[in-house]
């Protein structure tokens, strides 16, 4: 029965429940932090940190549908998160601590240093590329994607919000934006911004 | 293609649940088309762009979440703009806070998931290989048919069904159990999902004391488990030293953390 009450939950968090969301956040938070003191004796904001960080994959895997189904507790699940986040941070220490007394090393360093930032880099100019464009490109497309990719709004939940006839119309509308996207980003290519 | 058809083939493929027939047709699509390949290409930045602004707001979602949990020290806002300093508000809230933390001693232990819940997980724990025994021409034979359903039953989370039934086998057929190492761990597994604890160690212990298995090292693993679970922490200290000192274990790392637990 526990595990139907979570799997009804996992279906929440994958339409982006807003209140199921926070009442997750809240329920798990105060054992999170008491589990990460007593586990890593870290400090109250370390443990703010990694629960976020947790709570947000836990987040993007059902959302992304890598996680469909619950074979124990959400709270187990994310307890597990937690305790990854929690080992990579202390091997990240652990490496970096290594890496700056072994100067052999430097290429190594150099080179997971160059990906990451580079990655970085990328996911970032492509979130600031997006904000521009959907600035340039005014309502209703701006709000009507916003509302949609970025506040998670389902299309019946646009349909009530922006007052179209139905969901059909919706999808047509977004359709139609995300192409107008497109060619200003085709339009984009040669200037420097890209 | 219809611009939403081709929308919404394009969406699919980004969030990876394009699958079958259609994901062939894209591919196929890009592979002939340079023009739609890049069509594709620029579609995905634009994917990607709004991905990120998306997680960006959950996490600005998540701020003001947690920001209910910082509480405005000593000052109250009374009207006409004017703030109030409380100075015994402080001493009253760390007062509060003592008791609280006298109350939460005794709620603690029941809060936190134990150390046997939190890495405990039956399921996942074992790769169980059914495999045919069938060679041309045989059939299977009864105790391989009894195993089968038991594992079966074991990979469906239905312990209680799989223990009765590795119970038949082990009864049945004493002389194949009892080199069946698999079928040990299978069954002291399933007595630990079903609170059988105490048998549980019993069965794990015959994979251990047995002959060296590839089981071994996870009957031992979960044998600790089963200690700790009894309140035997000694005990089960004893053993988790022993599996970080065992190079290689394929619990190591879990055992050097609940030891840190312990």
């Known amino acids: ?194 | 293609m219809a611009n939403v058809e081709k929308s919404r083939l394009i969406e699919a493929y980004h969030r990876g649940s394009l699958k079958g027939a259609d994901k062939a047709y894209l591919k196929q699509l890009m592979s002939e088309d340079p023009s739609f390949k890049q069509e594709v290409n620029d579609y995905k930045q634009i994917y990607n762009g709004l991905e990120a602004l998306h997680i960006e707001q959950f996490q600005l979602n998540l701020n003001k979440m947690e920001a209910k949990y910082e509480t405005k020290d000593n000052v109250v806002a009374m009207s006409g703009n004017r703030a109030v300093v409380r100075p015994m508000r402080k001493l009253y809230a760390v007062a509060a806070a003592i008791a609280l933390l006298v109350c939460c001693t005794v709620a603690y232990n029941l809060m936190l998931p134990s150390v046997f819940d939190q890495h405990f997980a039956a399921s996942q724990s074992i790769a169980v290989h059914i495999e045919s025994t069938r060679a041309a021409g045989q059939t299977v034979s009864t105790a391989e048919q009894i195993k089968k359903s038991a594992f079966t039953a074991y990979q469906k989370q239905e312990y209680t069904k799989s223990i009765d039934l590795l119970k038949d086998y082990i009864n049945t057929y004493p002389e194949k159990a009892s080199k069946d190492y698999q079928s040990m761990l299978i069954l002291g597994v399933a007595q630990l999902a079903t609170n059988k604890t105490e048998k549980a160690t019993r069965t794990l212990e015959q994979i251990i004391n047995g002959r060296d298995s590839s089981y071994k090292q996870e009957a031992e693993w979960m044998w600790a488990l089963g200690q700790i679970k009894l309140e035997q922490t000694d005990v089960a200290k004893e053993m988790l030293q022993e599996i970080t000192l065992q190079k290689g274990h394929i619990h190591q790392e879990d055992a050097v953390e609940v030891l840190g637990q312990l």
Not at chain 1, 135 to 142: A, R, W
């Open chain 1, 1 to 194: 029965m526990l595990e139907k009450k979570d799997n009804q939950i996992l279906e929440a968090i994958k339409k982006g429940d807003p209140k199921v969301l926070e009442k997750l956040y809240d329920d798990n938070r105060q054992p999170f932090l008491v589990w990460a003191s007593q586990s890593y004796q870290c400090e109250s904001e370390d443990a703010v940190e990694i629960y976020q960080k947790a709570y947000t994959i836990l987040y993007l895997n059902v959302r992304n549908e890598k996680l469909t189904s619950l074979t124990s507790t959400i709270k187990t699940y994310l307890f597990s998160i937690g305790k990854n986040l929690f080992r990579e941070k202390f091997r990240d220490k652990h490496n970096r601590l290594v890496n700056l007394d072994d100067v052999s090393n430097t290429n190594v360093i150099d080179n997971h240093l160059d990906t990451n930032v580079f990655d970085n880099y990328q996911e970032e100019h492509q979130k600031e590329l997006v904000r521009q464009l959907l600035n340039e490109i005014g309502n209703p497309c701006k709000k009507l994607l916003e509302l949609m990719f970025i506040q998670g709004y389902s299309a019946e939940a646009v349909v009530h919000e922006m007052g179209y006839s139905d969901e059909r119309v919706v999808r047509k509308r977004k359709s139609l934006c995300l192409k107008k996207l497109r060619e200003m980003v085709a339009e984009k290519k040669d200037s420097n911004f890209l």
